[in-house]
């Protein structure tokens, strides 16, 4: 069986990480990959998008020598977070009712 | 560092982006291998599959951002039919270096290649009714000149229809014009929505919380 995450959905599971925390790309990606098994390529054009909506930006900051990109979530990021949720919550509501639920 | 060939060659595929977009590009994968502690070009590969496979994915994804800003008003160089084009183009070698199945990545493409099929056969016999039209037109206006002297009437009902014929022509040619531009369109539509639907997540199973 397989179930793909929708453009979205991975929006808000993204908004929803950086809600609680700012994260560099490879932890980022490593956590969006603890639930869902999207490939290391996806990550950059979500972030990419949701950058060019404001609903992240970005800031460097020195490690080793090196520059680390970290992802800290907008005001307006928090709006769309919270309709991103509002809207699953129906959906998955809608799709339990077609689907059985818990039973 | 050894993934400098890595880079290099990824760099290499992105020519068509800007400067300013390669860098960034460039700039978040750099960085990821690093964090990831990939040292060689065979680890790099292992995750992120060969520089060529994830440049399609890149410019796949940057081209289809292209033509939703394009609807949005922003102007752009590229007309829009050619640009369409080019998008079909990349989502397919996208759909290629995507890891899904490959009989279904084989059913996805003969989808859209049998789409194109038919744009090309709808655009050619139109443009040969069209010619066609021209060509009897030009014919009925040399026939009627040639029988002037013979019945002024006749020349006139020959002149006549054939100006007509070639008037028709002229209407038909912007009309087929924009039929093949809305047919270009949907396929392009429907292309960015297999990849949405296919690419940009791998088919498992998601948990939701």
Same mark, same amino acid.
């Given at each position: ?50 950058? *060019? ?18 992802? *800290? ?18 959906? *998955? ?11 | ?11 290499? =595929? +992105? ?17 990821? @291998? ?18 060529? #496979?994830?440049?399609?994915?890149? +410019? ?16 752009? =160089? ?23 199945? +490959? ?15 038919? @744009? ?29 002297? #013979? ?18 022509? +002229? @209407?038909?040619?912007?009309?087929? =014009? ?16 297999? =990849? ?14």
């Amino acid at each position: 069986m397989s179930i793909s995450i929708t453009t979205e959905l991975l929006d808000g599971c993204v908004l929803a990480l950086l809600s609680k925390e700012d994260y560099y790309g490879y932890t980022l990606t490593q956590r969006v990959q603890e639930f869902s098994p999207v490939s290391e390529s996806t990550m950059y054009p979500v972030l990419r998008r949701l950058k *060019k909506d404001n609903w992240l930006e970005t800031y460097d900051e020195a490690y080793q020598g090196r520059n680390r990109r970290y992802y *800290k979530i907008t005001d307006t990021g928090l709006d769309r977070l919270i309709e991103i949720k509002s809207d699953w919550h129906e959906y *998955k509501q809608t799709l339990d009712n077609v689907l059985g639920g818990e039973k | 560092m050894e993934n400098t060939k890595y880079i290099e060659e990824l760099t290499g =595929y +992105l020519s068509n982006l800007t400067a300013d977009e390669q860098a960034d590009v460039i700039d978040f994968y750099n960085e990821y @291998i690093l964090d990831a502690n990939l040292t060689t070009d065979e680890d790099i590969m292992a995750q992120l599959g060969n520089p060529k #496979q994830l440049s399609r994915k890149i +410019l796949a994804d940057y081209s289809i951002k292209a033509t939703n800003d394009e609807t949005a008003g922003t102007p752009h =160089y590229e007309p829009k039919p050619k640009k369409n084009i080019r998008m079909i183009w990349l989502v397919i070698l996208a759909i290629f270096a995507a890891p899904i199945a +490959l009989p279904l990545a084989i059913a996805i493409i003969g989808v859209i290649s049998g789409l194109l099929v038919v @744009i090309f056969a709808v655009v050619a016999s139109v443009f040969i009714i069209i010619i066609s039209f021209f060509a009897a037109g030009i014919a009925a206006v040399v026939a009627g000149l040639s029988i002037w002297s #013979q019945s002024v009437a006749t020349a006139g009902l020959f002149i006549g229809s054939g100006l007509t014929i070639f008037g028709l022509s +002229l @209407i038909a040619l912007p009309i087929s =014009y924009l039929v093949v531009k809305v047919l270009i369109q949907m396929t392009a539509n429907f292309s960015k929505f297999l =990849y949405n639907r296919f690419v940009t997540s791998k088919n498992t199973t998601k948990e939701a919380k």
